[in-house]
Protein backbone atom coordinates (compact mmCIF):
# COMPACT_ATOMS: atom_id res chain seq x y z
CA UNK A 1 0.00 0.00 0.00
CA UNK A 2 1.14 3.31 -0.76
CA UNK A 3 1.48 5.55 2.44
CA UNK A 4 0.50 9.25 1.95
CA UNK A 5 1.94 11.77 3.79
CA UNK A 6 0.32 13.64 6.78
CA UNK A 7 -2.65 14.77 5.52
CA UNK A 8 -1.62 16.17 2.16
CA UNK A 9 -2.91 13.81 0.10
CA UNK A 10 -3.92 10.96 2.27
CA UNK A 11 -7.77 9.95 2.41
CA UNK A 12 -7.44 7.08 5.04
CA UNK A 13 -8.64 8.46 8.37
CA UNK A 14 -5.91 6.27 10.09
CA UNK A 15 -3.35 8.32 8.51
CA UNK A 16 -4.63 11.55 9.15
CA UNK A 17 -5.03 9.88 12.75
CA UNK A 18 -1.46 10.00 12.99
CA UNK A 19 -0.97 13.24 11.57
CA UNK A 20 -3.10 14.84 14.27
CA UNK A 21 -1.49 13.26 16.97
CA UNK A 22 1.97 13.97 14.62
CA UNK A 23 3.44 10.48 15.44
CA UNK A 24 5.20 8.36 12.58
CA UNK A 25 3.24 6.64 10.53
CA UNK A 26 3.86 2.54 11.82
CA UNK A 27 1.51 0.83 9.02
CA UNK A 28 2.57 -2.60 8.96
CA UNK A 29 6.66 -2.09 8.38
CA UNK A 30 8.45 -4.98 9.83
CA UNK A 31 11.41 -3.22 12.27
CA UNK A 32 14.66 -4.17 11.12
CA UNK A 33 18.12 -3.46 13.33
CA UNK A 34 19.69 -0.01 11.78
CA UNK A 35 23.23 -0.01 11.93
CA UNK A 36 25.49 3.42 12.10
CA UNK A 37 28.89 2.93 10.53
CA UNK A 38 31.12 4.97 11.25
CA UNK A 39 34.19 7.02 9.25
CA UNK A 40 36.29 8.32 11.52
CA UNK A 41 39.49 6.78 10.60
CA UNK A 42 40.50 5.76 7.05
CA UNK A 43 39.95 1.84 7.87
CA UNK A 44 36.22 2.48 9.44
CA UNK A 45 35.32 4.82 6.14
CA UNK A 46 36.96 1.56 4.48
CA UNK A 47 34.68 -0.55 6.25
CA UNK A 48 31.63 1.71 5.86
CA UNK A 49 32.06 1.56 2.32
CA UNK A 50 32.20 -2.18 2.02
CA UNK A 51 28.91 -2.57 4.16
CA UNK A 52 27.14 0.29 2.08
CA UNK A 53 28.16 -1.02 -1.02
CA UNK A 54 27.09 -4.77 -0.51
CA UNK A 55 23.49 -3.69 0.61
CA UNK A 56 23.48 -1.84 -1.97
CA UNK A 57 24.07 -4.69 -4.13
CA UNK A 58 21.44 -6.53 -2.09
CA UNK A 59 18.57 -4.34 -3.20
CA UNK A 60 18.45 -2.56 0.47
CA UNK A 61 17.89 1.07 0.96
CA UNK A 62 20.52 2.61 3.06
CA UNK A 63 20.92 6.41 4.53
CA UNK A 64 23.99 8.30 3.34
CA UNK A 65 25.31 11.30 4.06
CA UNK A 66 25.88 13.51 0.89
CA UNK A 67 27.03 17.43 0.98
CA UNK A 68 24.19 18.67 1.10
CA UNK A 69 21.53 16.57 3.59
CA UNK A 70 21.42 12.58 4.14
CA UNK A 71 19.99 10.53 1.29
CA UNK A 72 18.23 7.49 1.49
CA UNK A 73 19.82 5.41 -1.30
CA UNK A 74 19.05 2.13 -3.88
CA UNK A 75 20.12 1.44 -6.96
CA UNK A 76 18.43 3.22 -9.08
CA UNK A 77 17.68 0.35 -11.67
CA UNK A 78 16.55 -2.19 -9.19
CA UNK A 79 12.86 -1.32 -8.97
CA UNK A 80 12.06 -3.45 -5.69
CA UNK A 81 15.33 -1.62 -4.14
CA UNK A 82 14.00 2.05 -5.16
CA UNK A 83 10.20 0.89 -3.98
CA UNK A 84 12.17 0.19 -0.26
CA UNK A 85 12.70 4.24 -0.47
CA UNK A 86 9.52 5.05 -0.95
CA UNK A 87 8.53 2.69 1.83
CA UNK A 88 10.55 3.38 4.67
CA UNK A 89 9.69 7.30 3.83
CA UNK A 90 6.10 7.15 3.55
CA UNK A 91 6.21 8.34 0.26
CA UNK A 92 3.66 8.97 -2.13
CA UNK A 93 4.49 6.95 -5.71
CA UNK A 94 4.33 10.09 -7.30
CA UNK A 95 6.81 12.18 -5.89
CA UNK A 96 10.01 11.20 -7.76
CA UNK A 97 13.41 10.55 -6.71
CA UNK A 98 16.92 12.16 -7.83
CA UNK A 99 19.02 9.88 -9.26
CA UNK A 100 22.85 10.24 -8.17
CA UNK A 101 25.79 9.37 -10.75
CA UNK A 102 28.96 7.77 -9.86
CA UNK A 103 30.49 10.30 -12.83
CA UNK A 104 29.83 12.53 -14.92
CA UNK A 105 29.89 10.14 -18.05
CA UNK A 106 27.13 8.05 -16.60
CA UNK A 107 24.82 10.85 -17.46
CA UNK A 108 24.36 9.31 -20.54
CA UNK A 109 23.28 6.18 -18.70
CA UNK A 110 20.14 7.60 -17.42
CA UNK A 111 19.44 10.97 -19.61
CA UNK A 112 19.04 12.01 -23.10
CA UNK A 113 20.97 15.48 -23.93
CA UNK A 114 19.45 16.70 -26.45
CA UNK A 115 22.14 18.51 -29.22
CA UNK A 116 20.48 22.19 -28.17
CA UNK A 117 21.14 21.65 -24.68
CA UNK A 118 24.40 19.99 -24.47
CA UNK A 119 26.26 23.04 -24.36
CA UNK A 120 24.99 24.61 -21.38
CA UNK A 121 24.52 21.25 -19.77
CA UNK A 122 28.20 20.64 -20.30
CA UNK A 123 29.11 24.15 -18.64
CA UNK A 124 26.71 23.45 -15.87
CA UNK A 125 28.01 20.03 -15.10
CA UNK A 126 31.69 21.43 -15.56
CA UNK A 127 31.79 24.29 -13.28
CA UNK A 128 29.08 22.54 -10.44
CA UNK A 129 29.43 19.00 -10.71
CA UNK A 130 30.26 17.03 -8.19
CA UNK A 131 27.75 19.36 -6.07
CA UNK A 132 24.41 20.49 -5.20
CA UNK A 133 23.30 21.16 -8.48
CA UNK A 134 20.33 18.54 -9.64
CA UNK A 135 19.05 18.98 -13.35
CA UNK A 136 16.00 17.83 -14.59
CA UNK A 137 16.98 16.40 -18.64
CA UNK A 138 14.76 13.61 -20.29
CA UNK A 139 14.47 9.85 -18.90
CA UNK A 140 16.59 7.10 -21.02
CA UNK A 141 14.46 4.20 -21.02
CA UNK A 142 16.96 2.26 -18.88
CA UNK A 143 15.92 4.15 -15.86
CA UNK A 144 12.83 2.04 -14.28
CA UNK A 145 9.14 3.97 -14.02
CA UNK A 146 9.55 4.11 -10.06
CA UNK A 147 12.52 6.42 -9.85
CA UNK A 148 10.84 8.96 -12.11
CA UNK A 149 7.02 8.33 -10.91
CA UNK A 150 5.73 7.95 -14.74
CA UNK A 151 7.59 11.43 -15.85
CA UNK A 152 9.26 11.25 -19.00
CA UNK A 153 12.29 12.97 -17.36
CA UNK A 154 14.68 12.35 -14.67
CA UNK A 155 16.35 14.57 -12.08
CA UNK A 156 20.25 13.99 -11.86
CA UNK A 157 23.34 15.01 -9.98
CA UNK A 158 26.70 14.23 -8.62
CA UNK A 159 27.43 14.38 -4.78
CA UNK A 160 30.63 15.76 -3.85
CA UNK A 161 30.72 14.24 -0.64
CA UNK A 162 33.94 12.07 0.12
CA UNK A 163 32.34 9.14 1.48
CA UNK A 164 29.49 8.72 -0.79
CA UNK A 165 31.66 9.28 -3.64
CA UNK A 166 33.82 6.53 -2.31
CA UNK A 167 30.09 4.42 -2.09
CA UNK A 168 28.88 5.27 -5.58
CA UNK A 169 32.32 4.84 -7.09
CA UNK A 170 32.61 1.66 -5.56
CA UNK A 171 28.94 0.74 -6.24
CA UNK A 172 29.50 1.57 -10.31
CA UNK A 173 26.06 2.39 -10.64
CA UNK A 174 23.63 5.54 -10.05
CA UNK A 175 21.68 5.46 -7.02
CA UNK A 176 18.24 6.50 -6.53
CA UNK A 177 18.69 8.85 -3.40
CA UNK A 178 15.70 11.59 -1.71
CA UNK A 179 16.63 12.99 1.37
CA UNK A 180 16.64 10.85 4.51
CA UNK A 181 13.49 11.85 6.57
CA UNK A 182 9.83 10.07 6.63
CA UNK A 183 8.01 12.44 3.89
CA UNK A 184 7.09 16.00 4.61
CA UNK A 185 9.36 16.33 7.20
CA UNK A 186 12.87 18.34 8.17
CA UNK A 187 15.82 16.56 6.15
CA UNK A 188 18.22 15.12 8.12
CA UNK A 189 22.00 16.83 8.33
CA UNK A 190 23.67 14.10 10.72
CA UNK A 191 23.07 10.20 11.01
CA UNK A 192 21.71 11.17 14.35
CA UNK A 193 18.90 12.88 12.74
CA UNK A 194 18.41 10.05 10.19
CA UNK A 195 18.09 7.44 12.89
CA UNK A 196 15.54 9.57 14.70
CA UNK A 197 13.51 9.80 11.03
CA UNK A 198 14.31 6.28 10.02
CA UNK A 199 15.74 4.10 12.70
CA UNK A 200 14.23 0.64 12.73
CA UNK A 201 13.42 0.89 8.79
CA UNK A 202 16.86 0.71 7.05
CA UNK A 203 19.23 -1.75 7.43
CA UNK A 204 22.55 0.73 7.59
CA UNK A 205 23.31 4.62 7.90
CA UNK A 206 26.87 5.71 7.13
CA UNK A 207 28.09 8.28 9.44
CA UNK A 208 30.23 11.12 7.86
CA UNK A 209 29.79 13.63 9.86
CA UNK A 210 27.63 16.70 9.40
CA UNK A 211 26.51 18.00 6.09
CA UNK A 212 28.74 20.83 4.39
CA UNK A 213 25.69 22.50 3.01
CA UNK A 214 23.16 21.85 5.11
CA UNK A 215 20.11 22.44 2.04
CA UNK A 216 18.83 20.48 -0.30
CA UNK A 217 20.38 21.03 -3.86
CA UNK A 218 19.08 23.04 -6.60
CA UNK A 219 17.05 21.98 -9.34
CA UNK A 220 17.09 23.33 -12.46
CA UNK A 221 15.03 22.51 -15.41
CA UNK A 222 16.65 24.15 -19.02
CA UNK A 223 15.54 25.21 -22.47
CA UNK A 224 17.75 26.23 -25.09
CA UNK A 225 17.75 29.96 -26.42
CA UNK A 226 14.57 30.72 -28.14
CA UNK A 227 15.31 31.19 -32.13
CA UNK A 228 18.46 29.06 -31.76
CA UNK A 229 21.67 30.08 -30.50
CA UNK A 230 22.59 33.06 -32.63
CA UNK A 231 20.30 36.03 -34.31
CA UNK A 232 20.41 36.74 -37.37
CA UNK A 233 22.92 39.97 -36.65
CA UNK A 234 25.12 37.29 -35.14
CA UNK A 235 24.39 38.38 -31.65
CA UNK A 236 24.71 35.19 -28.86
CA UNK A 237 21.33 34.22 -26.86
CA UNK A 238 21.61 32.59 -23.71
CA UNK A 239 19.55 29.39 -22.49
CA UNK A 240 16.81 29.56 -19.96
CA UNK A 241 17.75 28.10 -16.26
CA UNK A 242 14.34 28.24 -14.58
CA UNK A 243 15.05 27.40 -10.53
CA UNK A 244 12.61 24.50 -9.77
CA UNK A 245 13.74 24.09 -6.31
CA UNK A 246 15.91 27.08 -4.52
CA UNK A 247 19.16 25.77 -3.03
CA UNK A 248 23.11 26.15 -2.58
CA UNK A 249 24.07 27.22 -6.22
CA UNK A 250 21.95 30.51 -5.98
CA UNK A 251 20.75 32.76 -9.17
CA UNK A 252 23.60 34.42 -9.02
CA UNK A 253 26.15 31.63 -9.47
CA UNK A 254 23.89 30.37 -12.56
CA UNK A 255 23.38 33.85 -13.97
CA UNK A 256 26.70 33.75 -15.88
CA UNK A 257 25.18 30.70 -17.64
CA UNK A 258 21.83 31.62 -18.86
CA UNK A 259 18.97 33.73 -17.99
CA UNK A 260 17.58 32.32 -14.79
CA UNK A 261 14.09 32.24 -13.89
CA UNK A 262 13.53 32.18 -10.08
CA UNK A 263 11.01 29.75 -8.18
CA UNK A 264 7.52 30.35 -8.04
CA UNK A 265 6.41 30.96 -4.86
CA UNK A 266 4.13 28.87 -2.74
CA UNK A 267 2.91 26.90 -5.60
CA UNK A 268 0.95 23.95 -5.43
CA UNK A 269 2.48 20.50 -5.85
CA UNK A 270 -0.43 20.42 -9.00
CA UNK A 271 0.41 23.26 -10.44
CA UNK A 272 4.08 23.32 -10.72
CA UNK A 273 4.48 21.55 -14.33
CA UNK A 274 6.96 18.92 -13.89
CA UNK A 275 7.51 19.44 -10.17
CA UNK A 276 5.61 17.07 -8.45
CA UNK A 277 7.42 17.04 -5.28
CA UNK A 278 7.45 20.93 -4.82
CA UNK A 279 4.49 20.86 -2.91
CA UNK A 280 3.21 24.30 -0.50
CA UNK A 281 3.73 22.00 2.74
CA UNK A 282 6.56 20.22 3.29
CA UNK A 283 10.11 20.09 5.36
CA UNK A 284 7.48 20.59 8.23
CA UNK A 285 8.31 20.28 12.01
CA UNK A 286 5.68 18.94 14.28
CA UNK A 287 4.96 21.90 15.72
CA UNK A 288 3.59 24.77 14.38
CA UNK A 289 5.50 27.01 12.46
CA UNK A 290 5.19 30.62 11.58
CA UNK A 291 7.81 33.27 9.62
CA UNK A 292 6.82 36.60 11.78
CA UNK A 293 7.97 39.26 9.32
CA UNK A 294 6.92 41.80 11.39
CA UNK A 295 7.94 41.66 14.69
CA UNK A 296 5.10 44.10 15.77
CA UNK A 297 2.10 41.33 14.69
CA UNK A 298 3.59 39.28 17.65
CA UNK A 299 1.29 38.87 20.43
CA UNK A 300 1.90 36.11 22.65
CA UNK A 301 -1.15 34.10 23.98
CA UNK A 302 -0.50 33.36 27.62
CA UNK A 303 0.82 29.98 28.83
CA UNK A 304 1.46 29.06 25.51
CA UNK A 305 5.40 27.95 24.97
CA UNK A 306 7.03 29.61 22.26
CA UNK A 307 10.40 29.08 20.29
CA UNK A 308 12.47 31.42 18.51
CA UNK A 309 14.42 30.91 15.04
CA UNK A 310 16.55 33.37 14.88
CA UNK A 311 19.09 34.70 12.09
CA UNK A 312 21.75 36.72 13.98
CA UNK A 313 20.41 36.59 17.85
CA UNK A 314 20.85 40.56 18.15
CA UNK A 315 18.34 42.52 20.36
CA UNK A 316 18.68 45.42 17.57
CA UNK A 317 16.94 43.18 14.99
CA UNK A 318 13.36 43.55 17.28
CA UNK A 319 12.69 40.11 17.99
CA UNK A 320 14.66 38.80 21.56
CA UNK A 321 12.30 41.21 23.50
CA UNK A 322 9.21 40.08 22.24
CA UNK A 323 7.95 37.58 24.71
CA UNK A 324 9.76 35.57 27.04
CA UNK A 325 10.73 32.61 24.59
CA UNK A 326 11.33 28.92 25.49
CA UNK A 327 13.91 28.50 23.61
CA UNK A 328 15.96 30.83 21.30
CA UNK A 329 17.99 28.98 18.68
CA UNK A 330 20.19 31.60 16.48
CA UNK A 331 21.05 30.31 13.16
CA UNK A 332 24.35 32.45 12.78
CA UNK A 333 25.23 34.16 15.73
CA UNK A 334 26.41 37.89 16.17
CA UNK A 335 27.45 38.07 12.50
CA UNK A 336 24.29 36.55 10.20
CA UNK A 337 26.41 34.84 7.34
CA UNK A 338 24.21 32.89 5.25
CA UNK A 339 26.27 29.90 4.39
CA UNK A 340 26.72 29.48 8.42
CA UNK A 341 22.49 29.55 8.77
CA UNK A 342 21.92 26.99 5.55
CA UNK A 343 24.76 24.62 7.73
CA UNK A 344 23.08 25.23 10.53
CA UNK A 345 19.13 25.80 9.27
CA UNK A 346 17.59 22.01 9.35
CA UNK A 347 19.34 20.82 12.56
CA UNK A 348 18.50 24.16 14.55
CA UNK A 349 14.90 23.27 13.13
CA UNK A 350 14.77 19.96 14.04
CA UNK A 351 16.08 20.51 17.69
CA UNK A 352 13.31 23.27 18.19
CA UNK A 353 10.91 21.13 16.77
CA UNK A 354 11.91 18.50 19.74
CA UNK A 355 12.07 21.38 22.77
CA UNK A 356 9.01 20.78 23.17
CA UNK A 357 7.45 24.51 22.12
CA UNK A 358 3.68 24.87 21.33
CA UNK A 359 4.65 26.96 18.22
CA UNK A 360 8.24 27.93 16.78
CA UNK A 361 8.45 31.33 15.46
CA UNK A 362 11.10 32.47 12.51
CA UNK A 363 12.58 35.56 11.79
CA UNK A 364 12.69 36.14 7.71
CA UNK A 365 15.75 36.23 5.99
CA UNK A 366 16.74 38.09 3.21
CA UNK A 367 15.16 36.66 -0.40
CA UNK A 368 18.16 36.37 -1.84
CA UNK A 369 21.16 33.45 -2.35
CA UNK A 370 21.03 31.34 0.34
CA UNK A 371 18.27 33.27 1.39
CA UNK A 372 16.23 32.50 -0.91
CA UNK A 373 16.45 28.51 -0.43
CA UNK A 374 16.38 28.80 3.43
CA UNK A 375 12.94 31.29 3.05
CA UNK A 376 11.45 28.33 0.43
CA UNK A 377 11.69 25.61 3.66
CA UNK A 378 10.56 28.15 6.09
CA UNK A 379 7.21 29.40 3.80
CA UNK A 380 6.46 25.37 3.47
CA UNK A 381 7.18 24.69 6.86
CA UNK A 382 4.83 26.82 7.74
CA UNK A 383 2.21 25.74 5.38
CA UNK A 384 -0.78 23.43 6.85
CA UNK A 385 -3.03 22.15 4.26
CA UNK A 386 -6.34 21.49 5.50
CA UNK A 387 -7.71 18.25 6.86
CA UNK A 388 -10.13 17.56 4.31
CA UNK A 389 -8.19 18.61 1.54
O1 LIG B 1 20.35 17.55 -2.08
C1 LIG B 1 19.47 16.81 -2.50
O2 LIG B 1 18.89 17.01 -3.58
C2 LIG B 1 19.08 15.61 -1.62
C3 LIG B 1 20.29 14.69 -1.52
C4 LIG B 1 20.00 13.42 -0.79
O3 LIG B 1 20.79 14.44 -2.79
N1 LIG B 1 17.96 14.94 -2.17
C5 LIG B 1 16.72 15.43 -2.13
O4 LIG B 1 15.76 14.58 -2.64
O5 LIG B 1 16.45 16.51 -1.65
P1 LIG B 1 14.20 14.77 -2.35
O6 LIG B 1 13.56 13.58 -2.95
O7 LIG B 1 14.00 14.99 -0.92
O8 LIG B 1 13.82 16.01 -3.19
C6 LIG B 1 13.89 15.92 -4.60
C7 LIG B 1 12.87 16.78 -5.24
C8 LIG B 1 11.45 16.31 -4.95
O9 LIG B 1 10.69 17.46 -4.65
C9 LIG B 1 11.02 15.68 -6.26
O10 LIG B 1 9.64 15.82 -6.49
C10 LIG B 1 11.81 16.46 -7.27
O11 LIG B 1 13.05 16.66 -6.65
N2 LIG B 1 12.03 15.67 -8.50
C11 LIG B 1 12.68 14.50 -8.63
N3 LIG B 1 12.61 14.05 -9.90
C12 LIG B 1 11.91 14.97 -10.59
C13 LIG B 1 11.49 15.09 -11.94
N4 LIG B 1 11.77 14.17 -12.85
N5 LIG B 1 10.78 16.18 -12.29
C14 LIG B 1 10.46 17.13 -11.38
N6 LIG B 1 10.83 17.08 -10.08
C15 LIG B 1 11.53 16.01 -9.69
MG1 LIG C 1 13.18 15.79 0.72
Redesign the pocket.
Known amino acids: MDSPGCGRVGTHSIEKQYCKERKPFPFDRKSVNTEIATTESPESTDMAVQAAVQMLNAGEAIG?P????????ADAFNEEAVGKVFEAKG?PKF????V?LPSKAALADVAVVSEELEKVVNVLTNQFWPG?L?I?LP?KPAVPDIV??G?D???V?M?EHPVFRKIIKEFGRPVA?????RFGRI?PTSAAAVQEELGGLIPLIVDGGACG?G???T?V?LEPPEGGEVTAKGKKRKPRIEI??A?PITAEDLKNFGIVIRPRRGARAEAVA??????AS?YAPATPLRVLTDPGDFKPEPGKRYGLLSFRGEAEDGYLSLTDWSEVAVLSPGSGKMMEAAIRFFFLLRKLDNSGVDEIIAEPMADRGLGMAMMDRLRRASTRVPEDE
Open positions: LTETVYGLARDPLIHPTLKTALTVARSAPSANSRLESIRVRGGAPGQMH
